[in-house]
């Protein structure tokens, strides 16, 4: 069973007046909007972050659509994008385990890996007996997929109030905070070089393959930063 306790710890930690939450809600009102004004329904809004809950992915799978391309190329196009979560989970998980813990709690909590999730709990796990870890993660979880949800919801309704320009501004308002959060934490060098880099490297790409520019911009910093951590150990 969960333990109530540590899992209403994590549900409420999203009030701390650093937590990425206010961040998460304008970046899925974005979403919101932006699903009404393709065509979607209240209804397949709804569910649209209900089942997947990853922003990236659901910009792709509205682009995607609106563009008409066909439901495998839909999937793929998603399932690539959602594989940045996968150092995230590599990341934190371990810092889970324990073996007093059913396997159903992290199967189910998979579901809840985001940004801003995996940020509160990065951030407090320290503070959390390791057995009762994946309850308190829970709880974070619950209350970010619940905000995004709501969010969704309710830029959906307001979609007639919000042009364009605004949309794009609330769209980038989680990401900017993780960047924030990243350069807050650069006492460590290997991410210090990986951010610097990466803010040089996107741009530079962007000249030579705009269609490209991200990726090839975050894997070269990533290499980069991954052999200066090696030469500093």
């Known amino acids: 069973m969960i333990r109530s306790g540590f899992y209403l710890k994590g549900l409420f930690s999203v009030r701390s007046v650093d937590s990425p939450a206010i961040a998460l809600g304008c970046s899925f009102l974005a979403i919101g909007a932006l699903l009404k004004n393709i065509g979607f329904n209240l209804q397949q809004s709804f569910f649209s972050t209900f089942f997947t809950y990853a922003l990236p992915g659901q910009l792709v799978m509205a682009e995607s659509f609106l563009v008409g391309a066909s439901l495998v190329n839909i999937f793929i196009g998603v399932w690539l994008v959602n594989a940045r979560l996968f150092p995230m989970a590599v990341s934190m998980f371990p810092l889970l385990k324990s073996k007093k813990q059913p396997k159903w709690k992290y199967y189910i909590s998979c579901h809840f890996l985001a940004v801003s999730s995996w940020l509160i709990m990065k951030k407090d796990y320290r503070t959390i007996n390791e057995d009762y870890r994946i309850d308190f993660w829970m709880g974070i979880g619950t209350a970010t997929w619940s905000?995004?949800?709501?969010?969704?919801?309710?830029?959906?309704?307001?979609?007639?109030?919000?042009?364009?320009?605004?949309?794009?501004?609330?769209?980038?308002?989680?990401?900017?905070?993780?960047?924030?959060?990243?350069l807050g934490s650069m006492k460590n060098v290997v991410i210090g070089t990986s951010v610097i880099l990466g803010t040089i490297l996107g741009p530079a790409f962007y000249l030579i393959s705009p269609e490209w520019c991200i990726l090839y911009g975050g894997v070269t910093a990533g290499v980069i930063a991954f052999f200066v951590g090696e030469l500093n150990d």
């Open 147 to 182: 905000i995004a949800i709501v969010s969704t919801v309710l830029g959906f309704l307001i979609s007639d109030y919000l042009s364009k320009d605004m949309m794009i501004g609330l769209a980038i308002v989680n990401p900017v905070y993780f960047f924030c959060m990243l």
